[in-house]
């Protein structure tokens, strides 16, 4: 059966932040706002007013930094106490995946308003849960797709350089790994078939990110936006969202997925480890070695790491990344989505053949 979600509503546009209570209006009248004290100290004050100038209140949910099921816990007892009615998250990927975690748990409509481009999760209707050692422990399905995303480009201009590549990192391989969900019959994050739909979106995405990804990436530089800039957070945050949840993950996940279990690296973002996980990808696939210098000079060009060394990774590590590549080799693994066949030995033969090629 195909199953095809998304988020109710997607809006992206320069200076939205204050519409945020006037857009928000239809879910609510008491919202409460999931962020850490940096984001808040930055656009708190903005969204308060944004919520009290449409007549509804906003209370605010300061969390610690990590998307656990005791801080989710702990935030859902303010939120029940609070008598909000919807939860909203502001900021990057670990406060809104603790927005969505709340919702979860209280059974409530989320709203995301991001304040980076770092991933595509946003549009996601799955949150990351990790341990209070910040190792990952799970991921928590919701009922259905965030009710709302708002996408401030003004905000996401100002946010660091990093994590505007990061995201590019992340959608560049979304088409890749949904065209090998779609070959292998692999079903979707909705559980179903992945529809033509979702082909559709995953191509455009990547035709929008090889286009325009360099010339987004010095409007980011350069603090000036730009249509190249616009067209690509569409791309990293709707396009590849909607791509991955209803076209299906593989091996360039399922190795950053892995890559997070290797203590050096750990200070490597989700999208920088999706950019190896991908090459690691085409070397499962066999790529010929033009399209494979194609992909390298786009990831290098835009500043995302090919090699392991670049995330951090040496030759010290061996140990761990035999220990990952046997941890990712267990039954339900998102890298058995893969048409060609998966050993513990072939797929870490591609991770040191990728990192290889990537010098
Ligand atoms: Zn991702």
């Not at 006037?22 to 940096?38: E, H, N, Y």
């Not at 990057?92 to 481009?117: H, M, Q, R, Y």
Request: hydrophobic fraction near 45%; glycine fraction near 8%; aromatic fraction near 8%.
């Amino acid at each position: 059966m195909i199953i095809f979600g998304a988020p109710f509503r997607y809006y992206q546009g320069r200076d939205i932040l204050k519409d945020t209570g006037t857009i928000l209006q239809p879910m609510g009248k008491k919202f409460f706002l999931v962020s850490d004290a940096f984001v808040f100290s930055l656009y708190g004050d903005a969204l308060d007013a944004a919520f009290a100038s449409a007549g509804l209140a906003s209370v605010r949910g300061e969390f610690d930094g990590e998307s656990s099921d005791a801080e989710i816990n702990r935030l859902h007892q303010i939120y029940k106490a609070s008598g909000c009615d919807a939860v909203v998250g502001v900021g990057g990927g670990k406060a809104l995946d603790t927005a969505k975690g709340v919702s979860i748990v209280a059974d409530a409509p989320v709203a995301l308003v991001p304040t980076t481009a770092a991933s595509d999760a946003p549009v996601s209707n799955i949150a990351m849960i990790y341990k209070a050692d910040h190792s990952k422990d799970r991921v928590a399905y919701m009922r259905y797709s965030p009710w709302c995303i708002i996408m401030d480009t003004e905000v996401i201009l100002k946010a660091p350089l990093r994590t505007f590549i990061s995201g590019i990192g992340d959608a560049a391989a979304t088409k890749f790994e949904a065209d090998a969900c779609l070959a292998s019959g692999a079903a979707n994050f909705l559980k179903g078939r992945p529809p033509r739909t979702a082909k559709a979106l995953c191509d455009l995405c990547w035709d929008i990110i090889r286009e325009h990804a360099m010339e987004a990436v010095e409007s980011v530089k350069n603090g000036v936006f730009t249509n190249a800039f616009d067209e690509v957070v569409e791309a990293s945050a709707l396009l590849s969202g909607l791509g991955f949840v209803n076209g299906g993950l593989a091996a360039g996940h399922a190795v950053s997925s892995g890559l997070t279990s290797v203590p050096a690296a750990l200070k490597a973002t989700h999208g920088e480890l999706v950019s190896f996980g991908l090459l690691v990808q085409l070397v499962l696939e066999k790529r010929p070695q033009a399209f494979m210098d194609e992909m390298l000079a786009f990831l290098k060009g835009v500043g995302l790491p090919t090699t392991l060394a670049q995330l951090g990774v040496t030759g010290a590590d061996k140990d761990d990344i035999t220990k990952m590549v046997n941890k990712i080799c267990t039954p339900q693994n998102l890298v058995y989505n893969m048409p060609c066949e998966i050993t513990p030995a072939i797929l870490e033969k591609a991770i040191y053949e990728a990192d290889r090629l990537g010098r």
